[in-house]
């Protein structure tokens, strides 16, 4: 939620910030603007919408700063507006701010600075906290980097804010709590971001801020604070990341790229950890901690969105392999509610970005209740990964395209893996059986692979459908998280409304939205469920309704039943979601297209959910 970009050094500030800006639109796209700071004079230019309205707004303003702060914006208080932009500027507009994150006691602080005769320009909870600084900063007639910590200490909530003044013409201030920063070190420059990809062009050494810190940033100089005041050292971090990971390499959109991706972003996930030959699997998070994980009197796995449907085929796979109880919980649920959490359960996070602000929240509440967390993340480096006792990271790479596709079949892959080795040492599984998952996990890239090859087939099925305003998606065991994922990415990028159900529950309920104008999704590969699901397609098919299936390659019966089809290869059925998942990810993208939605910013979404 909301992406922000510093600079501070020898080159021109705004291209540096712009293209940063570009890089971090994924995070929110209501509006965007920028400070730029020379010679004593703060200019700030904002827009309402996307990063290219304001670059387009820009053309023949005054961009000549060697410093300057940039921000992309996800609204939380207030409507996407000029306005409500930021950056904001405080009362005397000498100092200007960027905040990423949400102040939630700022309607008390507004209102003792309404008090003192204060006024606000925006609605927003960003500018409430700029001008309680600089109150502070005149009362107290102290620095404002003072004042800044001052200020933090009273607020609650999350923030990453970036701040800079008139009269300290080369420093920026910045300062974390729960959402992320990262400050990349140049030779006699700086650069701040959200993320490492505005900064990855320039320096590979980066320092990643935690919470509660303060950093003061000039061109030659990183002094990171505590908000204690104590000094701190930087631990600088080397980049494990290529430019052209976070560019789109000829493909029209990030989903699209991201999609086709997987077979070797599930191959780079396997590799150095499954082996078939050897029959072993080596994950370190898994090895070192076995004592821990094995003996846990249940695993709660906390996630949200499509990382939350990675955790329900988990509990399926954990359950069967392990015979460990497991419950999956929405993160946003478990941290409100009073979840019983014991001294030696074990929490499994799930999380592409490893700083979604409701699954942070919940972990660091199970592991104040002595819960041990083990993090199955993307980001490298992120909040969650660093939170957690142990882990494994899915290595899908920067997943840029706001709906989750490689980072999901990354989860997937690291999830067996994890199941598998416990499996192996609690004795839950036999040597044959093992070996029998390790060799299918093994040919599954090439699979992905097979299945990408005949994508037209799914832009064909979109075409087709585009136009339905509902659509139903079902399966059975494994597959049925993967019939709520493809609802899930249908919904989010062609705005289509969409319900994922297990098959069998439909005659409870969903059946009476069946006529002829339903599409009806159904999971149907070759299982132990698959008798099931083809009475579940007659059912269908006797009210009328249309089906589109995915199925095992050869299986004829499916086929005849299905207005349309979509053929996989064969797998077993614990490692199938693997496959089944890609066909909807397509689809989804194909109807989105079809839409001409803008499939990697749809409405209303940001990448990273850094808020509440
Ligand atoms: O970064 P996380 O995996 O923690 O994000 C969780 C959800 O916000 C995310 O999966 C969201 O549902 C995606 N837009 C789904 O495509």
């Given amino acids: 939620m909301c992406g922000i970009v510093g600079y501070t050094g020898h080159r021109q500030a705004y291209p540096v910030i712009l293209k940063g800006l570009k890089r971090l639109e994924y995070r929110g796209y209501d509006s965007s603007g920028v400070a730029l700071l020379k010679d004593g004079v703060l200019n700030v230019y904002k827009k309402k919408g996307k990063v290219a309205e304001l670059e ?54 507004k209102q003792e600075l309404v008090n003192k005769g204060y006024s606000f320009t925006s609605d927003t909870d960003t500018e409430v906290l700029l001008n309680f600084i600089e109150d502070i900063k005149n009362n107290n007639e102290c620095s404002l980097e003072e004042a800044i910590r001052i200020a933090l200490k009273r607020v609650t909530g999350a923030y990453c804010i970036l701040v ?5 013409p080369d420093t920026i201030i910045a300062a974390r709590k729960g959402s992320p920063l990262v400050i990349g070190i140049g030779k006699g420059e700086h650069f701040l971001a959200s993320d490492a990809s505005p900064i990855i062009e320039y320096t590979k050494e980066v320092v990643y801020v935690n919470d509660y810190e303060l950093a003061i940033v000039k061109p030659d100089e990183l002094i990171l604070k505590n908000i204690g005041n104590e000094k701190i050292t930087p631990f600088i971090t080397k980049l494990d990341m290529e430019l052209a990971a976070i560019e789109k390499g000829g493909y029209d959109h990030f989903m699209l790229k991201e999609i086709f ?39 709660m796995i906390v996630a949200c969105g499509t990382s939350w449907h990675a955790g329900l085929v988990a509990e399926y796979i954990i359950e069967e392999l392990c015979r460990i109880p497991v419950e999956v919980e929405y993160a946003s649920e478990f941290r409100y509610r009073n979840p ?16 979604t602000a409701d699954t942070l929240v919940a972990l660091e ?17 992120s909040s969650i990964a660093r939170i957690s006792n ?86 059975r065991g494994y597959n049925f998280p993967i019939a709520l994922e493809g609802a899930l990415k249908l919904k ?13 529950e439909m005659k409870h309920g969903p059946i ?48 005849e039943l299905s207005n349309d089809c979509f053929a996989i290869p064969t797998a077993d059925e614990i490692i199938a979601p693997l496959l089944t998942v890609i066909p909807l990810q397509l689809l989804s993208y194909y109807v989105g297209i079809a839409k001409g939605i803008d499939v990697d910013k749809p409405r209303n979404l940001a990448k990273s959910v850094t808020v509440e």
């Fill in 56 to 109: 387009e707004s820009m053309i023949g303003k005054n961009i000549d700063a060697q410093i300057g702060i940039g921000h992309t914006r996800w609204a939380t208080h207030g409507e996407p507006s000029d306005r409500n932009a930021h950056p904001h500027s405080s009362k005397s507009g000498k100092i200007a701010m960027i905040h990423n994150g949400i102040i939630e006691n700022y309607a008390l602080i």
């Fill in 164 to 168: 800079v003044e008139q009269d300290n």
């Fill in 261 to 299: 991706e997987q077979p070797s972003t599930i191959f780079d996930c396997l590799r150095g950890r499954l082996d078939s030959k050897e029959s072993t699997i080596k994950m370190s998070g898994v090895d070192l901690n076995i004592e821990h994980i094995i003996n846990a009197n249940r695993i």
């Fill in 340 to 355: 019983i959490v014991n001294k030696g359960d074990l929490i499994i996070a799930i999380s592409q970005s490893g700083e």
């Fill in 365 to 381: 509440k199970a592991k104040e209740d002595g819960a041990f967390i083990f993090g199955v993340v993307n980001a490298v480096g």
């Fill in 390 to 475: 142990a882990g494994a990271y899915t290595h899908a790479g920067p997943e840029i395209g706001v709906a989750s596709t490689k980072a999901f079949t990354g989860q997937l892959a690291v999830l067996i893996m994890v199941a598998l080795s416990i499996a192996k040492h609690k004795g839950t599984i036999t040597d044959a059986r093992f070996n029998e998952l390790l060799v299918e996990m093994e040919q599954i890239p090439e699979k992905v692979d097979s299945i990408l090859k005949n994508a037209e087939q799914l832009k064909v099925i979109a075409e087709k459908y585009k136009d339905a305003s509902d659509f139903l998606f079902l399966g």
């Fill in 492 to 504: 989010e990028i062609s705005y289509i409304h969409a319900e994922g159900y297990p098959a069998a």
């Fill in 512 to 559: 009476a939205l069946v006529d002829e104008n339903l599409p009806v999704v159904f999971i149907a590969t070759k299982d132990q469920y698959h008798e099931k699901i083809v009475s579940n397609m007659q059912e269908i098919k006797a009210r009328k309704g249309k089906i589109i299936s995915i199925i095992t390659e050869g299986d004829k019966v499916s086929a």
